[in-house]
């Protein structure tokens, strides 16, 4: 089975300039060092870099300084530059315009970093010889950047194709879903296979583009929407204190709690209240009629005369 992004249903207000010359930057310095040489007996590329291009890697057991940056702008075949140029441009666009060229850059040097330390750590933990398990891949700066996307747009909704057997179709998506489960749970948590994919470098890129972006809306860096990850966290914390308050016996209306206290039922109704009861259920009926033909006043008018007979009445 094939999912794959196409496209997200938001666009960015501003032409996000830093992040196309990101992307040809990473492509210029693929044509430049790229330089798959195989192995005659087992065809399979033994160098993919030249050889002056390899000190630029990453070495877990033996890093310089410089190569926590460098790393993200190599790349090992067509298919690692074209996949990761892809996600960038398809995230990278609307977080560039909402956080600005200067944050946008600082959080994709900065989700490298993380990412090749992340990398680094879990790798000297479960790995024989991490001398000999190089990083590069501009992937976890990137998944730094998808991990912000998440956070500033998690409403939005993602274009994905997929192919399962004879079933070729696409289907939208929640942002918040397909980034969390998709790529995160399942790409690099349950799908983990030994096929040299940086596992790890992936979750510590989204890790920190995730805690990074709330810190920027938390402290007001960042200005809040009413669409972020923050203010649904906000929104949904609101309503679960409303609905406790509620079922505690508070009345929203009246701005009182009260105890609901359980009286025996009466036999028979009488007439004065059985008039009034057909009055309130005549109201409503009549407020349901007004707003199916939209005429949203003469319904508001009813609602008030209903308020004045019964003010426990409510919509």
Known sequence: MIIFPIRT????????????????INAAIFF????????????????????????????PANWIWFQFISYA??????????????????????????LGTFRYLLLYFA????????????????????????????????????GAYLVLFPQTAITVFYWFFFFI?????????????????????????PNGV???AHLAGYAFGIIATMLLLATGIVKVSEFDLLSVIKHWNRRRQY?????????????????KKEEPAQANTSPVDQITLEKIQQLRRDIGRFISQK?????????????KTDSRQIL
């Not at 992340?118 to 950047?145: E, N, Q, R």
């Open 9 to 24: 249903n938001i666009w960015p207000r501003r032409t996000p300039y830093v992040n196309y010359a990101l992307i040809i």
């Open 32 to 59: 430049l060092t790229y330089h798959p040489v195989q192995n005659p007996y087992t065809h399979q590329a033994e160098h993919i870099l030249w050889p002056w291009a390899e000190q630029y890697m990453l070495y």
């Open 73 to 98: 702008f190599l790349h090992g075949g067509w298919s690692h530059i074209i996949g990761n140029m892809f996600f960038l441009y398809l995230f990278g666009n609307n977080v560039c315009d909402r």
């Open 111 to 146: 989700s490298a970093v993380a990412s090749a330390a992340g990398h680094i750590v879990l790798t000297k933990l479960y790995t024989p010889d991490p001398l000999f398990v190089p990083l590069l891949g501009a992937s976890g700066a990137i998944s730094g950047i998808i």
């Open 169 to 193: 179709d696409t289907i939208e998506v929640p942002a918040s879903f397909f980034i969390a489960l998709k790529l995160i749970l399942y790409d690099n948590i349950m799908a983990r296979v």
């Open 198 to 200: 940086a596992y790890d």
């Open 243 to 259: 609905r406790n308050l509620v079922s505690r016996g508070f009345d929203p209306f009246s701005g009182r709690t009260t105890v």
């Open 295 to 307: 005429n949203l006043p003469e319904a508001a008018q009813v609602y008030q005369e209903l308020i």
